[in-house]
């Protein structure tokens, strides 16, 4: 076994499971497994505490199980081109160390991110999302562009976000805490129903 591997890719391949030897490669940081066969996240990763990044773009992941993360201190979570419908939420205490999460081209039609405390940069394009929340704490960039969206609820104020695209949506009006968006520098809501923006 190589005990001091730190990147794995095992991307392309039929893979629909992990051995349990795998948990002895205490360094592992970087885990690719796109374009497989599974269907939920290999809890292997669990004896894995040195991973941050774990790539599982198209797979066929219809289901995400959020407490599958709950022993991991992963920060980059990629789950695009799955077939994700439904998010089974954990307590946020266990979901603090994800930075980044990516779930583009999915099948969701909504989606409450606010179980990530810390989270800085949503990727949540082509879904069918309709309400989306969020906590505004450590937010700098969403791209929710492409989806259904009616409602974006975010608490706190994201007062660090500087990149946000909700363009070819559903929405109204802006909401109301973008007016507390001091550092916004990109802000995109092309092809949505506004019909007058507010005074701020």
């Known amino acids: 076994m190589c005990v001091s591997l730190q ?4 991307d392309g391949n039929l893979l629909s499971a992990l051995p ?3 948990g002895r490669l205490q360094r592992l940081v970087y885990l690719g497994l796109s374009f497989n066969e599974f269907t939920q ?3 292997v990763l669990e004896q894995l505490p040195a991973v941050e990044r774990l790539c599982m773009a198209g797979n066929k992941v219809c289901v ?4 599958a993360f709950r022993l991991l201190t992963l920060k980059h979570i990629d789950l695009r081109l799955n077939q994700i419908s439904a998010v089974l939420p954990d307590e946020p205490e266990f979901l603090r160390h994800v930075t980044q999460l990516d ?3 999915n099948c969701l039609s909504e989606l409450d991110a606010s179980v990530f405390p810390r989270l800085e940069v949503l990727h949540c394009q082509r879904n ?3 309400r989306l929340r969020l906590r505004g704490c450590a937010l700098k960039a969403l791209y929710a562009s492409s989806n259904e969206l009616q409602e974006l609820h ?4 994201a007062s660090s ?5 909700i363009s070819r949506n559903c929405m109204k009006a802006l909401p109301d805490w973008l007016s507390d968006s001091r550092k916004l520098e990109v802000l995109d809501v092309s092809h949505n129903h506004i019909a007058e923006l507010p005074p701020w």
């Open 20 to 22: 349990v030897e795998l």
């Open 7 to 10: 990147t794995l890719v095992l």
């Open 103 to 105: 779930v583009r081209d």
């Open 41 to 43: 996240v290999p809890s």
């Open 161 to 165: 976000l500087t990149y946000l695209d």
């Open 64 to 67: 995400l199980m959020l407490q």
């Open 128 to 130: 069918r999302i309709r």
């Open 154 to 157: 975010m608490s706190p104020a």
